[in-house]
């Protein structure tokens, strides 16, 4: 059998034995990558949906801000996040560099503008019409928001997939912000890193189909409730 | 929507407060910056566990080049640091951001190439030597190109063979020992590397070991406590603990004996308490 058959099976080994070093590390990947996503919906929904109903000078600006912001480079997040959360930067008092929080924090960066920029072409596709008769209807804005929200939700729920996905395999923001500790802020992808650069090859392989398996069911769980209305 | 608001909340409420970890004192971590290659060795993964239950301090490894961990000890980002590059750490503590550099262990480097060694420097008794004929018949040679430990031992071998690398031949991976190794595999070329990292190698590398026991080619590890002066909030007591206990009699002994299980031979020889001079 080839070393990838190996990796799998150890994969499996690993889970199903409980070893208890692999199973914290990918609880940790899925906090820490699922903390972020929830943040930067709580900032990116309201964001994009402003973002798509309003009209003000440099709204252009802004939108391609948000776009180029999609691709953010998680290496540039983490080196930037670093040196703010460095004991010599403006946010040492924090204490926070080499903790969970700091890489949090860093993929709250990374994951923002993806769920802004998909949540604003979510609404936008929603037709102007609509809008207009929900409120020539009476509704509040308030009312008129919710409901385009709902309507808006498949394409949103993309977005959701979209900024998990985004940091759960990042490595170069982890890595920096974290310091890839044991037993502290190692997670799936750098710990694949480090045990490629170790030699041990079966177990990166075996880290990596974890990440890949529990990215899945993230996505196959959101991809459920997207997709039962269709059904 | 509601589902998703209640996703939103669990993530938020269930995981973030879980995160957050037992509760620890500031003054009780201890960052220790240190090399790639005594984390990739498997040797702190057995240390820091002793070093917390005899203290009851925390530590955060960082582990990155020498290069590296040197420069964020300077800013004063880190209490303590283990590094293997004499030369630059020596620099370090003449302007006063690095002190009380001690000896802890060494193993050694050793210079790798394919078997039909195109350079000819099979059982050269001198690097030096070898790095020249590596350098004249323009035989592919793989570098760390990292600011490294190794990468700075290399750059000073090459300066005393008064050559300057550049060149096809000269492949610069800017990456860890491991990569660099597995590109040296893969391009059938030169590489220095340390032994430790060599053995860990060895079932992916059939690259043999051409050149070694060379005085220039020992690799010492030396620990430095971090000048408090370099940046607020420098954990000096810490720091201090860290390199005292890297230097106990205990600490030496398993030192001392790590790796005799998995390679059939230590990885590291101690040397605490002696001088660069007595190696």
Redesign the interface.
Known sequence: MGLFGQGVLEAFRLLLAGDSEVWQITW?S???S??A???S??VGIPLGALLALSRFPGRALAVSLVNTGMGLPPVVVGLFVTILL???GPL?FL?L??T??AM?AGQFVIAAPIVTGLTLAAVQQVPDAFRLQMLGLGASRAQML?VL??EA?LP??AA?MAGFGGVISEVGASMMLG????G?TRVLTTATV?E????N?DLSIALSVILLLITFLVNWALSF?QQRRRA | MARLAVLLWLALAGLLPSMTGPAVAKSNIVIVSTTTSTQDSGLLDVLVPMFEKQTGLTVKTISVGTGQALALAARGEADVTLAHAPGLEKKYVDEGKMSNRRLVMYNDFIVIGPPDDPARIKGLPRALDAFKRIAESQSRFVSRGDKSGTHTLELALWKQAGIEPKGAWYIESGQGMGQTLGIANDRRAYALTDRATFLAFQKRVDLPILVEKDRPLLNIYSVMEVNPANGPRVNARGGKAFADFMLAPETQAVIKSFGVDKYGQALFVPVAGKKDEDL
């Open positions: 940790l899925l906090q820490v699922a903390g996503t929830a943040l919906l709580l460095w004991r010599n040492g204490e560099l080499y969970p929080s949090v919710w929200l709902k939700r949103m729920l959701v310091g890839n500790i044991r502290s480090l490629t650069g170790k030699g090859f409730i």
